[in-house]
């Protein structure tokens, strides 16, 4: 070929790949699934270079109706352009399971339903690529409404990639059972997951949607604050009596003031960080704090946080007057009239009288021993320094050589540590953090725990120190891991050579 044929080629071949794009593309997008399935021959019919390509996308990409896919995929192979020859397959095994699907949901009598075997149908459907699976439960759904639900709540668990198509899935189906199947899922113990099963329950609320079933385990779904009130969260109490709090509170400029603060029942406010933020941008926020800081928070009445605030701006101000700068800017959208102090939340799940009566509850306070949020509650050294030297000489003692004598005088010890170490004060301040405990508990759906708490802290009132199971534990553990620790350091200032 000449340089002008070449030249003349290359100009078709340009006016081609500029030609104009037909409509009948565009009316593809926007179509129903019906509407795309017609109108694919028309598309393989035109001279146009996006030919090719659309029905390739249509083949590999599509996710509205298998049908399509396949019907791309057979159009290819017309225009003598065939696509490969296992993802062909694949599609064709994705609408035989299809099929089986539509069988098991249309059947209504138990002895078909168990000769359809859906177990083995669901094995063969965790055989396919992601894309397939979403497009079969998209289908499901789009075909059954909430009967499908049946089949894909069957699928939870199965593999850690197909829970979190199942989770995007149903964040798109607005529908209650979608969103307690979503919240249920929040057991699962991979983080990756759990962040999609948070982002479709999001998805559902904003739609007015929002979970009925309770979830345990520890799971915490943040209802993303309305426009219209605020919202409060509340973290367990630590080992040293901090707790977190949170108060989301509507702006006027459609935004949200987001505070955060962490309060010690004693010291007041130790810790504050305020700000006004988007609502996008306060469920990023909640997101991250329960993705990467693995830090669980429940919902609470925002009144009640403002309270436990104001409350520890006030105890700051008794204690050494040191506030953190940050918050008095910020306390006048915080601070609230109260025509009396607040109870702590726990009291309107539960009443005082019936459980104080409850005598299997109160002599079961023991089992909190073995809570773990609780396991990591320890008294301060300082108030248990002075005691530490007698309690090693009780347990080292070579003058009382009989074990009974010994642990007669470490136990007599211990109840006059437990007794001085607990007065009225003291005691206040142990019946506060085992009341927050107590509705942390119950809002995660651990009634057990709940009740366990509050009957230890309405024993705090009545029970002398030293005969309460928690208090006892609590001093107990405290003195072991000092007198080890002062064992231990002991040993590592021995001198290496010893001087004659």
């Keep these: 070929m000449g340089k002008k044929g070449k030249l003349k080629q290359n100009k078709e071949s340009n006016r081609k790949n500029n030609a104009p794009v037909p409509s009948v593309f565009s009316q593809f997008r926007r179509g129903s699934s019906s509407e795309k399935l017609s109108l694919l021959s028309t598309i393989s019919s035109l001279d146009h270079p996006r030919v090719i390509p659309f029905l390739s996308d249509a083949a590999h990409k599509n996710e509205d109706n298998i049908e399509i896919n396949i019907k791309a995929a057979q159009l290819l192979e017309e225009l003598e352009k065939p696509i490969d020859r296992d993802f062909f397959d694949s599609l064709v095994l994705s609408k035989d399971i299809q099929l089986k699907f539509i069988a098991f949901l249309e059947t209504s009598s138990q002895e078909q339903r168990e000769a359809e075997n859906i177990d083995t149908i669901i094995d063969k459907y965790l055989s396919l690529e ?11 759904i789009a075909d059954f409404s909430e009967k499908s639900l049946e089949i894909i709540s069957s699928m939870i668990g199965k593999e850690k990639g197909l829970d979190g198509i199942i989770a995007e899935v149903l964040g798109n189906f607005s529908h209650q059972g979608a969103a307690d199947i979503l919240v249920n899922m929040l057991n699962t113990g991979d983080k990756a997951v759990r962040k999609e099963v948070k982002k479709a329950i999001f998805r559902l609320e904003k739609k007015g949607i929002s979970p009925n079933t309770k979830f345990e385990n520890g799971a915490s779904v943040l209802r993303r604050p309305s426009s219209s009130e605020p919202k409060g969260f509340l973290s367990a ?26 309060i010690n029942e004693v010291k007041g406010i130790i810790n504050f960080n305020g700000g006004e933020t988007t609502r996008k941008g306060a469920r990023e926020y909640f997101e991250n704090i329960s993705d990467q800081e693995n830090i669980i928070l429940v919902e609470a009445d925002s009144s009640y946080c403002q309270f436990l605030i104001e409350e520890g701006y ?22 609230k009239e109260f025509s009396e102090k607040p109870q702590p939340l726990i009291y309107r799940f539960f009443q005082a009288d019936e459980m104080k009566s409850n005598r ?4 079961n306070m023991g089992k909190l021993e073995g809570v773990s949020e609780l396991q990591g509650w320890f008294l301060e050294k300082g108030e248990l320094e002075k005691h530490l030297p007698a309690i090693r000489e009780a347990r080292e003692s070579k003058i009382l050589i009989n074990e009974t004598q010994k642990q007669s005088r470490y136990e007599e010890i211990m109840k006059q540590i437990t007794n001085e170490i607990f007065d009225e004060n003291k005691r206040h301040v142990y019946k506060k953090r085992l009341e927050e405990m107590s509705y942390f508990f119950m809002k995660l759906g651990r009634e057990e725990d709940a009740k366990l708490s509050f009957v230890a802290a309405l024993e705090l009132d009545d029970s002398p120190p030293a005969t309460h199971p928690f208090l006892r534990h609590l001093v107990e553990k405290s003195v072991t891991f000092f007198v080890k620790e002062e064992k231990r350091q002991e040993k590592e200032n021995v001198p290496l050579i010893i001087k004659p």
Excluded at 130 to 140: D, G
Excluded at 237 to 262: E, K, M, T
Excluded at 320 to 328: F, T
Excluded at 360 to 363: A, E, G, K, T, Y
């Design 314 to 335: 006030e105890n700051a101000s008794k204690s050494d007057g040191r506030l953190p700068r940050e918050y008095l800017p910020w306390r006048k959208f915080i601070t």
């Design 237 to 262: 109490v630590d080992g040293i009596g901090n707790q977190c709090v949170w108060l989301v509170i509507p702006s006027i400029s459609r935004g949200q003031y987001l505070f955060f603060a962490i």
């Design 130 to 140: 992601p894309f397939l699976q979403k497009i079969l439960q998209k289908q499901l």
């Design 360 to 363: 299997f509850l109160v002599d």
